[in-house]
Nanobody, 128 residues
Framework: QVSVAESGGGSVQAGGSLRLSCAAS??????????MAWFRQAPGKEREFVAG????????LYIDSVKGRFTISRDWGTNTANLQMNSLKPEDTAVYYC???????????????????WGQGTQVTVSS
């Protein structure tokens, strides 16, 4: 059984920063080598891709609205994928989900159906 767990959500004022972490484990696998991504879902809106990182961390992908503010990275020592969020805006308020592709996938996808494993989500609230 595979489990994906996010941490680091919370409430901040506009302009502040938060760091989200994602750890995946289970079935004897090392998920740090899998494609990992962050999605978010705001109230009343569809879930959307935010950022993703390739297995070897050679490539990252972001939606336009977070470019220059968010950074996705891997921490090989702790086997986590992290999302550093700076200059937060009220429109960043959402539940943020970590998603992991299967072991055969190499590229980052913006399509949520392409991800095999999901965390429960962590709330990020940005006040103006």
């Amino acid at each position: 059984q595979v489990s994906v767990a996010e941490s680091g959500g919370g409430s901040v004022q506009a302009g502040g920063s938060l760091r989200l972490s994602c750890a995946a484990s289970g079935s004897g696998r090392t998920f740090s080598t899998y494609v990992m991504a962050w999605f978010r879902q705001a109230p009343g809106k569809e879930r959307e891709f935010v950022a993703g990182i390739r297995r070897d961390a050679s490539t990252t992908l972001y939606i336009d609205s977070v470019k220059g503010r968010f950074t996705i990275s891997r921490d090989w020592g702790t086997n986590t994928a992290n999302l550093q969020m700076n200059s937060l805006k009220p429109e960043d308020t959402a539940v943020y989900y970590c998603a992991v592709r299967d072991k055969f996938s190499v590229t980052v996808s913006k399509v949520d159906d392409d991800y095999a494993y999901w965390g429960q989500g962590t709330q990020v609230t940005v006040s103006s």
